[in-house]
């Protein structure tokens, strides 16, 4: 049924293209059938993505960011169906949420509570979450796992699979099923909550008393369902939406602080920065929620890639660039490839990171991801493939910048990332070193556990 749906799509957007020859003919203007067409597609496709859950529904929260990337007529129909995405998603029934509840908790599972409200109060792409109050009187969040979102996400998984083999074409020198294989490792890591759980202890411990951080306590967790502090705040969809741009400045610089000392307080990635996930409470404070997405950081060999990418844009050219991508893997040792391609790509990039102060916007975003994506033979990302475990890196810098663009931050970049990162200070603020030497990764440990220390 999940597949018979999401394949409707094109037959539908098919007709619809079938039915305005017919109002043309009429004498309806191109211009008014075309938007017409397109606000119809786009309702119809995230009622599909919202009503599917799982993997569609995740797709939706990154075409919400990444709409952004396309033209501003082109996109407004589908920024207005993506913002009622979530709130319009179907709601378990009450029978359900209580099955679901006793199944985890137990017959009893009502004896844990003062109060519980069986409507919903917020959805996500593979749960709900419902207001209570546990039986020490404290508000909590439960959040509750759909019935059956283990097989929905494993048949999307299997779909993926499928479809991903078409992207060989576009991307001949990736390694597609690397990747791919990694992406579904994470989707199905944000379908244990006891792991979740355990994230989320670890950065409230780390985060415990922040002046700029809050991170909600784990209470309890019992199979799929997770119970956690209740956290009031205003969402950050609508600082994005009507926020002052010293509020929407100082919010961005705050998501990137806390993905980027996430690793150094307590070695975690928080690989889900959508704003969906954080709230801004009455003192001012970020408040952040649904530690699923997160995994171990940084891995082996990241500490060199970070120094030789940092060497290579801002003290180098681009044979430095080419040394480093073929030593981290990002290009087949024995492929070749337009290195001065690649050096324009990443610059442009990277702009932000070699300025003092920059601010993000959705041109400079439509601009990046036009580049990166262009259907021609010439594409110097064609020519490129990732490394598997550098996915969730990706995940996580992708959304967050997508994020920061929606609220158009203005900030010190460089001056934040080196904050968190200071073994690159030294790249930035003193002569080149030579190109392939040794990196002090001993040093480089020591100003990352300093740092951590100042937490």
Known sequence: MRNAKLAALPVAYAGRQAAGVGKRVLGRSSSEINRDIQLRTAQHIFEVLGELKGCAAKLGQLLAIYGLALPREVAEPYTVA??????????????????????????????????????????????????AVWHDGRRVAVKIMYPGARAAIEGDLAQLRRISLLATVFLSGADVKGVTEAISDGLRAELDYAAEAEHQRAFAAAYADDPEFYIP???????????????????????????????RNRLGMLMLRFVLSGWARDGLLYADPHPGNFQVLADGRLGIVDFGACCPWPPEGFDELALDYCTAISTGGPKDLESAAR?????????DFDIDALFKTVMS???????SSY??????????????????????????????????????????????????TEGPYRDEIVRWLPELAAVIETQPRKSGGPVDLADVRERRESVRRIG
């Open 82 to 131: 993506l913002s009622q995405l979530q709130d319009s998603a179907p709601a378990m029934l009450p029978s359900m949420v209580h099955a679901a509840m006793a199944e985890s908790l137990g017959a009893d599972w009502r004896w844990h509570f003062q109060e519980f409200d069986d409507r919903r109060a917020a959805a996500a792409s593979i749960g709900q979450v419902h207001r």
């Open 217 to 247: 306590n784990v209470v309890a967790q019992h199979g799929d369902v997770l119970i956690t502090e209740w956290l009031d705040g205003t969402p950050l969809t609508r600082v994005v939406a009507n926020g002052s741009r010293d509020e």
């Open 327 to 335: 030593r981290h893997g990002f290009v087949e040792s024995s492929r």
């Open 349 to 355: 990039a990277s702009e932000p990171f070699r300025r």
């Open 359 to 408: 601010r993000l916007t959705t041109p400079w975003l439509r601009t990046q991801v036009l580049r990166t994506t262009k259907l021609q033979l010439t594409n110097v990302t064609r020519q490129l493939t990732m490394p598997a475990y550098f996915t969730p890196f990706a995940r996580s810098a992708l959304t967050l910048i997508g994020t920061l663009s929606q609220l158009e």
